[in-house]
């Protein structure tokens, strides 16, 4: 059987990645996730690669690990699935741990007009513009890139719960706040973007497998939303945004098939991350030709058997019906997830490579 690809994202069957949450690299390996695990320039460099070499000595025989022996000027966490940084440039305060991601606190501000310039005057970016300076200081470049989140995602941090009041009692009002943060996150990418060529590893590693960087919009509150909420307010942005292609939506919330409809309205929806229990067969009845990278339950992953965790791949993947537009991932598992169930997900989706290569 001849399967299509898509033409910026090339043709690697199958591609599959994991992260582990904070909790796990700091019981198993003693990395703390303080202030300085993401603006030390030294430490930045040396616990990036003490990452890498850890995924290597478990899944390096899976691909994981590739940049073990290479102290990497990673302007962000690339490893992490956290999205803070744009909260705290817009007057968010943010807390750091030792064993957690960091913690966006709601600022309950007014719905008032977001103030571009002073984003980019704030002490959160001044801190990242620094960083930058030291570790091109010494390696004469940086790489990787930094979580930018989502207009909803950062709404809520900025508003609260109240958005939601907002969006049906004032909704021109909205329109215009979404405008500004998005204004925000554009002029954020551009930045991040030439100096990188990346924007989006730190949303999902999954899409360093792929040919061209994808710009992928973090919707994880629009499971708080209708599908008409979504096309009046937000829909409008991801079609704008997907003139840059490769575009992609990371949806990690459990009901990404209601959306499917809607979804379909976007001109170039190349990269759709969907979220465990989404409809897989609805989802691609209406996006026959996007990638789906499919996210597996960590918690569900801790509990399942050996036998479970196969049958489970092997129906979403097949599901999906196009091995050069699926990908499977497992994101945020924490230390009850143990080796043996990791080795079980990387295995079974090599059996299916090589399934798939005999039809």
Same mark, same amino acid.
């Given at each position: 059987?001849?399967?299509?690809?898509?033409?910026?994202?090339?043709?690697?069957?199958?591609?599959?990645?994991?992260?582990?949450?904070?909790?796990?690299?700091?019981?198993?390996?003693?990395?703390?996730?303080?202030?300085?695990?993401?603006?030390?320039?030294?430490?930045?460099?040396?616990?990036?690669?003490?990452?890498?070499?850890?995924?290597?000595?478990?899944?390096?025989?899976?691909?994981?690990?590739?940049?073990?022996?290479?102290?990497?000027?990673?302007? #962000?966490?690339? %490893? !992490?699935?956290?999205?803070? @940084? =744009?909260?705290?440039?817009?007057?968010?305060?943010?807390?750091? $741990? /030792?064993?957690?991601?960091?913690?966006?606190?709601?600022?309950?501000?007014?719905?008032?007009?977001?103030?571009?310039?002073?984003?980019?005057?704030?002490?959160?970016?001044?801190?990242?513009?620094?960083?930058?300076?030291?570790?091109?200081?010494?390696?004469?470049?940086?790489?990787?890139?930094?979580?930018?989140?989502?207009?909803?995602?950062?709404?809520?941090?900025?508003?609260?719960?109240?958005?939601?009041?907002?969006?049906?009692?004032?909704?021109?009002?909205?329109?215009?706040?979404?405008?500004?943060?998005?204004?925000?996150?554009?002029?954020?990418?551009?930045?991040?973007?030439?100096?990188?060529?990346?924007?989006?590893?730190?949303?999902?590693? #999954?899409?360093? %497998? !792929?040919?061209?960087?994808? @710009? =992928?919009?973090?919707?994880?509150?629009?499971?708080?939303?209708? $599908? /008409?909420?979504?096309?009046?307010?937000?829909?409008?942005?991801?079609?704008?945004?997907?003139?840059?292609?490769?575009?992609?939506?990371?949806?990690?919330?459990?009901?990404?098939?209601?959306?499917?409809?809607?979804?379909?309205?976007?001109?170039?929806?190349?990269?759709?991350?969907?979220?465990?229990?989404?409809?897989?067969?609805?989802?691609?009845?209406?996006?026959?030709?996007?990638?789906?990278?499919?996210?597996?339950?960590?918690?569900?992953?801790?509990?399942?058997?050996?036998?479970?965790?196969?049958?489970?791949?092997?129906?979403?993947?097949?599901?999906?019906?196009?091995?050069?537009?699926?990908?499977?991932?497992?994101?945020?598992?924490?230390?009850?997830?143990?080796?043996?169930?990791?080795?079980? @997900?990387?295995?079974?989706?090599?059996?299916?490579?090589?399934?798939?290569?005999?039809?």
């Amino acid at each position: 059987m001849t399967y299509k690809s898509n033409s910026l994202l090339g043709k690697e069957m199958l591609p599959v990645d994991i992260v582990l949450l904070p909790e796990w690299w700091n019981k198993n390996e003693g990395i703390t996730f303080d202030h300085d695990f993401f603006y030390h320039p030294l430490k930045r460099v040396e616990e990036e690669q003490h990452m890498e070499k850890v995924l290597y000595e478990r899944w390096g025989k899976f691909g994981m690990g590739q940049h073990k022996d290479q102290a990497r000027p990673e302007i #962000g966490a690339v %490893h !992490l699935a956290a999205g803070y @940084l =744009l909260s705290e440039m817009m007057g968010c305060e943010v807390r750091y $741990s /030792e064993a957690h991601p960091p913690q966006v606190l709601a600022a309950h501000q007014e719905l008032t007009t977001i103030n571009i310039e002073q984003a980019f005057k704030s002490a959160a970016f001044q801190q990242v513009e620094h960083l930058i300076a030291s570790l091109k200081n010494k390696f004469g470049y940086v790489t990787g890139d930094i979580n930018w989140g989502g207009i909803l995602n950062i709404a809520m941090d900025l508003r609260g719960e109240d958005i939601f009041m907002d969006m049906m009692l004032t909704p021109d009002e909205v329109k215009d706040y979404f405008n500004g943060i998005a204004a925000v996150i554009e002029r954020f990418n551009s930045f991040m973007q030439a100096l990188t060529g990346s924007t989006s590893i730190s949303v999902n590693r #999954g899409v360093r %497998h !792929l040919q061209q960087p994808v @710009l =992928l919009h973090s919707e994880c509150s629009h499971t708080m939303i209708s $599908s /008409e909420d979504y096309e009046e307010f937000l829909l409008p942005f991801d079609q704008k945004w997907s003139s840059k292609r490769p575009f992609g939506i990371h949806y990690c919330g459990p009901d990404p098939h209601r959306m499917a409809s809607s979804f379909a309205k976007i001109p170039h929806l190349d990269y759709l991350d969907l979220g465990w229990g989404g409809d897989v067969k609805i989802l691609r009845e209406h996006l026959p030709d996007t990638f789906f990278n499919i996210r597996l339950s960590p918690i569900e992953l801790a509990k399942q058997s050996h036998l479970e965790i196969r049958e489970t791949i092997s129906r979403l993947v097949h599901e999906s019906g196009n091995p050069y537009l699926t990908g499977v991932c497992c994101i945020n598992m924490d230390d009850s997830v143990s080796d043996d169930k990791i080795n079980v @997900l990387f295995e079974t989706v090599e059996e299916l490579k090589k399934d798939y290569q005999i039809i």
